[in-house]
């Protein structure tokens, strides 16, 4: 989210202290950076409440919900205006599909207490007790800024690939090395192997099975050797392998695409 993210706070007004509470949640996310919108400070006397609960549900990135025991009766029950917030809510989820737009936050004890039904199965921040914890209002906050940790890239495999997965099915080898591969072009090369050295062309970085990348006949000594040319990835792992023992003799992996490998055999 390139923008300040936006969010509407639904909640019950179970006693002026909860409504504190929440002022003061909202005071100090807008410090953090979140567009908060509250009835406390943006409905005024003569609005009309059911188009202003309509357009914060609607119109903001979030809407954060407020779970009390309180909360949870009014909503089930679809009565006042937790229950028009509600029925609007569960709408927008059924048909915008879009889940993650609703947060639930626990403030009360007990989550199976508190949480409406729509939302029983939900992800929710738990913000009860006081003070409330702030490992979880980072998570919260995070989440809201589209920041949250995101899982490291896909290495390679720390093993060497088995030989036989790779075997060409046909004997016309040229055949078989334009056609393997996915997501990319799939270039080939074949080469009379006198020197008993055949190579294998692996997969590059972004996933082990995109592309089955080269192969060797150990009866006619040559090598159909491929190599995939896309945006996935960003290493290719060569073997060298031994014909008559299939004894993997040298491996390297090498950055970037490898677009020639006529340097295997003059060395």
């Known amino acids: 989210m390139n923008t300040m993210p936006k969010a ?3 909640y019950s007004w179970d006693s002026e202290d909860h409504k504190k509470w929440v002022r003061d949640l909202a ?3 807008r410090r953090d950076g979140v ?8 409905a005024i006397p003569g609005d009309q409440l059911p188009a202003f609960m309509e357009r914060a549900v609607r119109e903001n990135d979030f ?3 407020i779970c009390t025991p309180r909360y949870k009766g009014k909503a089930d029950a679809r009565t006042g205006g937790v229950g028009y917030e509600g029925d609007i809510m569960t709408a927008e989820a059924m048909t915008k599909r879009n889940d993650r ?4 936050i626990l403030r009360g004890e007990e989550w199976a207490q508190a949480s409406p039904s729509w939302l029983a199965g939900k992800y929710y921040i738990d913000l009860h007790g006081e003070p409330y914890s702030e490992g979880h209002y980072t998570d919260l906050l995070t989440t809201l800024h589209s920041q949250r940790e995101q899982a490291p890239p896909i290495g390679l495999p720390p093993f060497q690939p088995q030989l036989g997965q790779y075997s060409f099915l046909s004997p016309d ?3 078989e090395a334009t056609r393997v591969g996915m997501g990319g072009e799939i270039h080939y090369q074949v080469k009379e192997v006198e020197t008993g050295r055949v190579v294998l062309l692996t997969y590059p970085e972004y996933s082990p099975n995109d592309v089955k990348a080269g192969a060797f006949s150990p009866d006619s000594k ?6 995939h040319y896309s945006h996935l990835g960003h290493y290719t792992w060569i073997g060298i392998w031994d014909i008559g023992t299939r004894v993997l003799l040298r491996s390297e992996k090498k950055a970037g695409w490898v ?3 006529s340097w295997i055999f003059e060395s």
């Open 222 to 227: 040559k090598l159909a050797a491929a190599y």
């Open 173 to 175: 080898m040229r055949y």
């Open 63 to 65: 809407v954060l919900i």
């Open 27 to 29: 005071v100090r996310l």
């Open 259 to 261: 677009t020639d490998i």
């Open 35 to 42: 567009d908060v919108v509250l009835d406390q400070w943006h």
């Open 101 to 104: 737009k609703f947060i639930p």
């Open 8 to 10: 509407f706070i639904s």
